[in-house]
């Protein structure tokens, strides 16, 4: 029988069907991060319960840490410390793998664990975060979960979840010069919605996705869950094996060899069924910015805000964003001037995400009155960045440069920006006060990012590449 790579990757891993209708699946990696991780981990112990397999789960400092230089255990949030010092804590007990501030290999968890190779081909992998969907660019099957869950996986290997349906988008033509995987992942929630995944597998294909290197690929599936998708994936191909080879958790001599040869054989037969199939063509993609307080109000960076009823949402609800980011139909908002910039997060934060913001930022400078943030997504990046001196062009252009974590992707660890201030953001979301109280967050690419900053207000980075 014909199937998808979900379903070779599910039936490789499914322990046996329960009375209710779930499957139990075998789960090969379980990371965790100190906002949930050292809750998980006391739960356990608190039950007497031990982890079945330590050395198949990794422990990371990213969400709530401080990362300004110099950074220790104390943080911004009134109760970051204690989430630190009890994940560091449960995790030596327990046996797992922790990368905490100090270690040269800790970063942001959907970072750390591709550029380690602890999230492989053909493996199930889950977090407790809802951007572990990140990860199926790899080939990996991948998901976010809940801190219970963490728990009776950690318990037992093992999770009891219901088979999702499952989607191809197909993704066809070119990308422009200048337009990246973050504003195709942009226009595809413009175009089908955050409702669009409705809780399915999505295997990205076609031409387009296959020219997308890695790190783009990381980026596409990282905002699968803005789509409302159970999970996102990718083929491995040939990109995913030179990506992986030599690094740190990935087989070795023979067992190399082998590995490579089979996940370069998990792909969807040609004639594999999918439950729902969607075309995309990348040549209609320009540089995105969104609008609104949902990812999927988004226009091209030369388009209008539109009127409630004409975008993505309620019309209740596009009147509120509306209100919220202070805009009005009609507004053009390139030349909407802005208050701070922010390159990092899970979604673009990586060594090439910082190249090409930093290609844009040489020789030039942030605008006066521009807060300027940039958090590469890991320690190594941070370093591999200092190698080349892009820390130099960005502090040089007037960027803020930071120790690696999830930073102010999110209010969580206690910083922000001001209220009503305007940001462009290279993050995935841009709820209401998602980066601070009443901050108006624009989403972007690292470029749009970096232009805006110099421009000191929304800007398309091909004008000011152009310059």
């Not at 891993?13 to 009375?19: E, G, L």
């Not at 010092?85 to 664990?113: C, N, W, Y």
């Not at 407790?128 to 991948?142: I, K, N, V, Y």
């Not at 070119?174 to 409705?198: H, I, N, Q, S, Y």
């Amino acid at each position: 029988m014909s199937r998808t790579i979900f379903d070779k990757i599910w039936d490789a891993h499914r322990v046996t069907r329960t009375p209710g209708g779930l499957d139990l699946i075998l789960i090969d990696r379980i990371l965790l991060h100190e906002r949930t991780g050292g809750v998980a981990l006391r739960g356990l112990e608190e039950r007497g319960l031990p982890v079945a397999a330590p050395d198949q789960a990794f422990a990371v400092m990213d969400h709530i840490i401080d990362t300004r230089p110099g950074r220790t255990d104390r943080t911004l949030m009134p109760t970051g410390t204690d989430f630190i010092l009890a994940t560091r804590e449960a995790a030596g007990k327990a046996g797992i793998r922790l990368f905490d501030l100090d270690d040269p290999q800790q970063g942001i968890v959907h970072v750390m664990s591709p550029e380690l190779g602890i999230v492989l081909p053909g493996a199930t992998l889950i977090c407790p975060d809802s951007h572990t969907c990140s990860q199926g660019a790899l080939g990996a099957l991948a998901w976010g979960i809940g801190s219970t869950e963490a728990e009776h996986a950690l318990a037992t290997s093992t999770l009891r979840v219901r088979r999702p349906p499952r989607m191809r988008i197909r993704i066809d033509g070119e990308l422009a010069p200048g337009v990246t995987a973050k504003d195709l992942a942009l226009a595809l929630l413009g175009r089908f919605g955050v409702g669009g995944g409705a809780g399915h597998v999505v295997e990205y294909a076609g031409s387009a996705v296959r020219a997308l290197d890695v790190e783009g690929r990381l980026t596409l599936c990282n905002m699968a869950t803005e789509f409302a998708a159970f999970t996102a994936i990718i083929a491995p191909d040939e990109k995913v094996i030179d990506f992986l080879e030599g690094r740190r958790f990935a087989p070795t001599g023979a067992d190399w060899a082998a590995a490579a040869g089979h996940w370069l054989s998990l792909a969807s037969d040609d004639d594999a069924r999918f439950d729902v199939e969607r075309i995309f063509d990348a040549r209609d993609v320009a540089p995105m910015i969104s609008w609104g307080t949902s990812p999927q109000q988004v226009v091209a960076i030369d388009g209008a805000v539109p009127a409630p009823g004409e975008g993505q949402g309620t019309t209740e609800g596009q009147a509120r964003a509306l209100d919220y980011m202070g805009l009005a139909p009609g507004m053009r908002l390139a030349e909407l001037p802005i208050d701070a910039a922010f390159i990092g997060s899970c979604t673009n934060s990586r060594i090439g995400d910082l190249r090409r913001a930093a290609a844009l930022l040489r020789g030039r400078h942030v605008a006066p009155g521009v807060k300027a943030i940039c958090v590469p997504g890991s320690t190594q990046v941070k370093r591999a960045a200092e190698a080349e001196g892009l820390d130099e062009i960005f502090r040089a252009a007037g960027f803020e440069w930071r120790e690696s974590g999830c930073s102010i992707c999110f209010f969580a660890g206690g910083e922000s920006f001001g209220p009503q201030e305007r940001v462009v953001s290279s993050t995935n979301r841009n709820f209401e006060s998602r980066q601070g109280p009443g901050t108006r967050t624009h989403l972007a690419s690292p470029e749009t990012v970096a232009a805006s900053a110099i421009a000191g207000h929304i800007a398309d980075p091909r004008q000011v590449a152009a310059r």
